[in-house]
C-alpha cells in the first residue's frame, strides 16, 4: 500500500512517499514543493496543484495524510499555510484518495513516542525507522514522511483493532 | 469588462459576476455554491473547484476579487474559509485571472460610504447601484456582487489617477 504524507506550506510543500507491505515500510520518494515567494499568491497555489497533480499522477496513492495548522502564533503565515492545505486537499479529493489529517504533536508521538520531539530527533526516526543511508533533507521532506509513517502506523492499528473483534 | 466578486466559504461560496462599461454596472450572474457539510471536507473542496471551473468557463472574466478573512472570532470557520478561499485563488491563478483582495470593511467603505454597514444596508446599496428589481438574495451572492462593485470602482479610480498623471 502507497500512503503519502503531505506538510503542506505556500513557500514550501513537503512530500513523503512511503510504500509498507507486511508492516515494513520503506521510502518511495520525498522532497518539496516550493512556489516563489515573489510571485502573486493565486499563482503560487496554481502552481503547487500543477506540481501536486503531478505527484499523485505518478504514483498509485492508497490512502493520503496531511498536517493539520492551528492558528496560533503567526496569523499570516498561518492563513498561507490554510490555503495550500485547501489546494492539496481538494487535489486528493478529486482523486477520491481518502485523507486524513493529523497534528504535529499526533504524528511526533506515533514516531517518537512523544509530542515534544524536536526537528533533529523526528529526523532520526525517520531515518532510522526507515532504514535511509542518509538523514532526510529537507526538514519538509522529513516531516512529510513522518506524516506518511503515523498514517500508515495509524491504519496498521485500526485493522488489527478490527481484527481482534 | 466582467468583473468577478467571491465571497469564499467551504459550506457557501456566493460568487457574483458585474459587467462595467463607461462607468454604468451590471449584474450579469450572481449565486452561492454550496457543499455538503456530512461530506468529507477533501471533497467539498474538489466540489467547489468544479463549480467555479465551470463559472469561470462559462464567462469570460477580465479581474476578480475576492474577500479576505482574517482570523479572530471564530477559527474553525475562519480555517474552513481559508482553505476555500485558497481553492478559489487557485482557480483564477491557473487562469491567469488577476485577483486582488479585500477585507470586508473595505468592501463596505467602497459601497456603502462607510465599513460598519449592516448586511440589509449592503443588500440594499448593491440592488441601487445595480439596478436590480428586488433585493439580491442569498446574502452570500449580495456580499460577491458588493466585492465586484468594489474592486470595479478600484479599478475605474486608478485608471483616472493615472490619467490624471
Known amino acids: ?10 513557500s514550501t510543500t513537503g512530500y513523503g512517499l512511503v510504500e509498507t507491505s507486511r508492516g515494513v515500510m520503506r521510502a518511495v520518494t520525498a522532497g518539496v514543493i516550493r512556489t516563489d515567494p515573489a510571485d502573486q499568491i493565486a499563482h503560487r497555489l496554481a502552481e503547487l496543484e500543477r ?10 496513492i492508497d490512502e493520503a495524510a496531511l498536517e493539520t495548522v492551528f492558528v496560533n502564533k503567526n496569523r499570516q503565515s498561518a492563513m498561507s499555510v490554510l490555503r495550500a492545505s ?11 484518495i481518502p485523507v486524513t489529517e ?49 498514517h500508515a502506523q495509524s491504519l496498521r492499528m485500526n485493522r488489527a483493532v478490527e481484527r481482534a473483534r
Open 51 to 60: 506540481d501536486l497533480v503531478g505527484l499523485v499522477d505518478e504514483y498509485q
Open 1 to 10: 500500500m502507497f500512503v503519502l504524507g503531505i506538510d503542506p506550506g505556500l
Open 102 to 150: 493529523y497534528t504535529p504533536s499526533q504524528v511526533k508521538a506515533s514516531l517518537a513516542g512523544f509530542g515534544g520531539a524536536d526537528k533533529q530527533q523526528m529526523q532520526r526516526m525517520v531515518q532510522s525507522r526507515l532504514n535511509l543511508p542518509d538523514l532526510p533533507r529537507p526538514a519538509d521532506a522529513a516531516d512529510a514522511l513522518a506524516i506518511a509513517m503515523c
Open 86 to 96: 485547501g489546494v492539496a486537499l481538494m487535489v486528493l479529493g478529486r482523486r477520491r
